[in-house]
């Protein structure tokens, strides 16, 4: 019965991406509809399915690494399951920002005609002035250290800033691991409160299909399927074989590597929590169903699930980081600005380095990438190249929410494959 349901909802989801997807082009971008923030169908998926996650994100992070941090138990244990998480976690996302700044260098979409390009070159003055200050990769980092060590777990609670809650929840949760005897009912009642969210979880999952309709032929009907033609339609092309090399070959072949499992079986079995990303576009709005489905279908530990997939929806962005490499490499070249392999090692360093603080929320790579573009203009200090404005990644808005459907499902695949490998290190018992 319980397949037979998740098989039912599996089918919903995907019949609202495709109802939603030709709703919005042949129903509303074909009609002329003008589509902005504040239409209805945006508002409508947000009443339906993205607030009711997001209320539970929280509450979820919170119980679901103390429970898998107390479950844990031997610190020296945790210790190997923590190294290994996050070693797993910068790697993908190296080989990930390596495999885009390649392709996207090979293929060369922004090569444009001299003529045009010497447009923009023209324009580029104006359109710096505009840039405003970027943030620097050193006051980024910093950020995320004050985010690691918060004052007020309750203000990051409030703020919706996760690393903050998971360094307190891992506190918490050793501490109650060391109590034995003394801590054993607040751990149950930790375990127990997880459990109930995740009864909740699963009540909110059954109006995915719902707001993905919304969500989808909103994004479909503001862009249209006509904007993947031209430079733009070779950066899309760019960026999704990126994304489908890295989630198809791999992150497959990682996963086969470490735990000899049939990688392609168990991208089904998190099928559910893949269309949630798809249609959200968000890893943190997805992270209740993630864990869901890793559990329940994946079969995935609860002690590795609880902990990896809330730590890997804060900080492993593999999507992403591919994402920012390819963006800011198309946008040099539509400028006419050459850069040269030492420049291109700065790409995949701050692009790496910058996805890592990139919110699990729709179009954050976008805020991200300020940080890389200003890492490769400094590198230009002195040169010939003039340097790129921070306002050309408004060029690449327009189509970046079909992009971020795609980048935010391989963010989850990421997740999901490392949840798999870590329930080798820490099985259930």
Known sequence: MKKRRTNLLTFLILLGLVLGALYGEFGLFQAGVSIDDDHWLKQAGDLVLIRPLKLLIIPLILFSVIAGISNIGDPAKLGLVGSATLLYYFATMLIAVILGTTLVSWIQPGILAPEVQEILRQSSSVMQSASGDAQTLGSSWMNILHQLVPTNVFSDMVNGRPLGIIVFAIAIGLALAAGGEKTKVARDACSGAFEAIMILVQWVIWLTPIGVFFLVAWTVGRIGFNSITGPL???????????????????????????????????????????????????????????????????????????VLPLGA????????????????????????????????????????????????????????????????????????????????????????????????????????????????????
């Not at 049939?262 to 943190?284: C, E, N, V």
């Not at 179009?363 to 040169?383: P, R």
Request: net charge negative; glycine share 10%; proline share 4%.
């Open 314 to 429: 804060t900080i492993n962005m593999d999507g992403t980081a591919l994402y920012e490499a390819v963006a800011v490499v198309f946008l040099f070249q539509l400028f006419g600005i050459e850069l040269d392999m030492s420049q291109l090692i700065i790409v995949v360093i701050t692009a790496t380095l910058a996805a890592v603080g990139a919110a699990g929320i729709p179009s954050a790579g976008l805020v991200t990438m300020v940080i890389v573009i200003g890492a490769v203009n400094s590198s230009l200090t002195g040169t010939s190249s003039g340097p790129l404005p921070v306002a050309a990644i408004g060029i690449i808005i327009g189509v970046d929410r079909i992009l971020d459907m795609f980048r935010t499902a391989v963010n989850v695949w990421g997740d999901a494959v490392g949840a798999k490998i870590i329930t080798k290190l820490a099985p259930d018992e």
């Open 233 to 307: 339609g070779m950066y899309m092309g760019t960026v999704l074989s990126g994304l489908f090399i890295h989630g198809l070959i791999v992150l497959p072949f990682v996963l086969w590597l470490f735990t000899r499992a049939h990688p392609f079986r168990f991208m089904w079995q998190m099928k559910r929590a893949l269309m949630t990303a798809i249609g959200t576009d968000s890893s943190s709005a997805t992270l209740p169903v993630t864990i869901d489905a890793a559990e329940n279908e994946g079969n995935c530990s609860k002690r590795a699930a609880n902990f």
